[in-house]
Nanobody, 121 residues
C-alpha cells in the first residue's frame, strides 16, 4: 500500500508557474514509477507525465512537453511536477499516482486525492 498526498495547487495567471508536490508514505515509494494525471471538469482523466523508479527516464504528454518537468526525490519519498508557461487549458485537478511506468491510468495502483490548479486568462 502506498498513500499519496498532492500539494501546491492554486490560482495562477496565464504564463505563470506552479510546483506540485506529491508526498508518499507506506510501501517503499522508490520501488514504483510515478505519474501525474489531470482531470478538468466534465472531462476524462488524462496523462500528463511519468518518471521511472530511478529517475533515469521521463515521458510527457505532447500538450505539456517543454513546459512541465517531472522529478522525484526518493530519499524524501516525494515527487514533483514543475509547471511553467501555464495556459488556461492546464486548469484541472492534478493527481499523482504510483505504479508501473507508462501513460495509461490503468497501469497505476495508487492515487492521491488531487490538488486544484486554476490558470486565469
Amino acid at each position: 500500500q502506498v498513500q499519496l498526498v498532492e500539494t501546491g495547487g492554486g490560482l495562477v495567471q496565464e504564463g505563470g508557474s506552479l510546483r506540485l508536490s506529491c508526498a508518499a508514505s507506506g510501501r517503499t515509494f522508490s520501488n514504483y514509477a510515478m505519474g501525474w494525471f489531470r482531470q478538468a471538469p466534465g472531462k476524462e482523466r488524462e496523462f500528463v507525465a511519468a518518471i521511472n523508479w530511478s529517475a533515469t527516464s521521463t515521458y510527457y504528454a505532447d500538450s505539456v512537453k517543454g513546459r512541465f518537468t517531472i522529478s522525484r526525490a526518493n530519499a524524501e519519498n516525494r515527487g514533483y511536477l514543475q509547471m511553467n508557461s501555464l495556459k488556461p487549458e492546464d486548469t484541472a485537478v492534478y493527481y499523482c499516482a504510483a505504479g508501473g511506468y507508462g501513460s495509461n491510468l490503468e497501469e497505476y495502483d495508487y492515487w492521491g486525492q488531487g490538488t486544484r490548479v486554476t490558470v486565469s486568462s
